[in-house]
């Protein structure tokens, strides 16, 4: 059974860097196929995606976000970790990380963490 | 940029069935998957890849996908299957998610 949890400040200052963590079990991420992701979803909005890594390293970002994020792996403990710079009002939001098998037909996501609300305030 | 245009809402009482559709051009050539969210949990994956189902899914669950719109339709809906819906790609690197439509089992 594959589980997620994710962790990190729930309360962040316009400017700084948020650093999130996800912790996960019942996969490797150093196996074949296997990646993570992280999403968000602002309060009563649709859910956006912001980044995937994968077993080989390869990475992928929003584009619209990709100069503030950073996801990186670390597989000894299990667990993916994203940073975002410049946080702002705007990115107020419950940050989900979740399994992303690599396969043909595309990412998605299953299953998904929790989600932990993160909200810019000063 | 690209767009997924979901229904904002649908109502239906139960043991009828629910159509949710994702439109865009030439959808059919992409790939998509459905995430139905209940109120304060997580997305959860009903549908991948068009049409096939996670384990644990029910059979009332299909999905499908073609020309120029991508449907979820839920059969004999239930009170549990209230919820926000979701439609997903992957589309020139990047991941979209349609806005969502609230079905509501009156």
């Known amino acids: 059974q594959i589980t997620l949890k994710e962790s990190g400040p729930t309360l962040v200052k316009p400017t700084q860097t948020l650093t999130l963590t996800c912790t996960f079990s019942g996969f490797s991420i150093s196996t074949s196929g296997m990646g993570v992701g992280w999403i968000r979803q602002p309060p009563g909005k649709a859910p956006e995606w912001l980044a995937v890594i994968y077993w080989d390293d390869d990475k992928r970002y929003s584009p619209s976000l990709r100069s503030r994020l950073t996801i990186t792996k670390d597989p000894s403990k299990n667990q993916v970790l994203l940073t975002m710079t410049n946080m702002g009002p705007v990115d107020t939001a419950t940050y989900f990380c979740a399994h992303a098998p690599d396969a043909a037909a595309g990412i998605w996501f299953d299953p998904w963490g929790q989600g932990t609300l993160v909200t810019v305030s000063p | 940029s690209y767009a997924l245009t979901q229904a904002p809402s649908v109502s239906l009482a139960p043991g009828q069935t629910a159509r949710i559709t994702c439109e865009r051009d030439n959808i059919g050539s992409k790939t998509v998957h459905w995430y139905q969210q209940r109120p304060g949990q997580a997305p959860v994956l009903v549908v991948f890849?068009?049409?096939d189902r996670p384990s644990g899914i029910p059979e009332r669950f299909s999905g499908s996908n073609s020309g120029n719109t991508a449907t979820l339709t839920i059969s004999r809906v239930e009170a549990g299957d209230e919820a926000d819906y979701y439609c997903?790609?992957?589309?020139?690197?990047?991941?979209?998610f349609g806005g969502g439509t609230k079905l509501t089992v009156l």
């Open positions: 890849a068009d049409s």
């Open positions: 997903q790609v992957w589309n020139t690197s990047r991941v979209l």
